[in-house]
């Protein structure tokens, strides 16, 4: 009887504790890319999606959740309205898009469902998760600027584990990490510039005492900054 029994729990499927979803780059085919982030907000959890071809296009999409996404689950996220076009036009046509996102372990795949453009329907399809995509070594973490000035105030650069700037007022969200020597890392991004988005590149040059030059290909701009405290 036990060996009948030990031979049924064999056959029976194994369920995988659920898990939350992993936050960072995925990557999908040829050169479509996916960064899932999240925050708190009074309470209720936000999660952001930014879509991103190493060509030029890219989109936003946003979901609140009450927990934290889990692996094997199903999530629609939106478009935001955006307020800048609203203000401009009165109707910001492409908010309410609705994408669904599935998620598994170390794999999303989008789906646009309604209301979309083009563009997030050309983000269609599967993504796997690239931790080397992810996450920028902390050995390069910094805060550069006008240190005489307070941090919330600055005209700064700064940059950490997932996102960064070169002048400290777009946030820059990485999908790409490369570097040219020791003292030189190249980062590939998305910058959120008033409700829109825009595939760039960023350069930081670390230099000898605690100073770091960046140069990004918006304005192809070479700054050198000070390393600040806070």
């Not at 936003?60 to 955006?82: G, L, M, R, W």
């Not at 969200?173 to 910058?191: A, F, H, M, Q």
């Amino acid at each position: 009887m036990t060996k009948k029994l030990f031979a049924l729990i064999a056959l029976l499927p194994l369920t995988a504790t659920a898990a939350p979803v992993i936050e960072g780059v995925y990557i999908g085919h040829p050169s479509k890319r996916v960064h899932l982030e999240s925050w708190d907000y009074e309470g209720t959890l936000q999660y952001g999606l930014t879509l991103a071809n190493l060509n030029g296009e890219s989109s936003y999409v946003v979901a609140s959740k009450a927990k934290k996404i889990q692996d094997n689950q199903k999530v629609t996220f939106t478009t935001p309205e955006n307020p800048y076009v609203v203000m401009e036009d009165g109707v910001d046509e492409n908010a309410g898009c609705l994408v669904e996102a599935s998620f598994s372990p170390n794999e999303i795949q989008l789906k646009s469902l309604s209301g979309c453009s083009q563009v997030e329907k050309s983000f269609n399809g599967n993504y796997a998760y690239s931790k080397v995509s992810s996450y920028v070594p902390s050995k390069y973490w910094g805060k550069w600027g006008e240190c005489e000035y307070p941090a919330d105030s600055r005209d700064a650069a700064f940059l950490n584990a997932t996102s960064g700037s070169t002048n400290g007022t777009y946030r820059f969200d990485v999908i790409g990490v490369g570097y040219s020597s020791p003292k030189e890392i190249n980062l590939t991004g998305v910058y959120h510039v008033e409700g829109t988005q825009s595939v760039s590149e960023i350069k930081f040059e670390y230099l000898p005492n605690n100073k770091v030059r960046t140069i990004n290909d918006i304005s192809n701009t070479s700054t050198v900054y000070e390393k600040c405290r806070n």
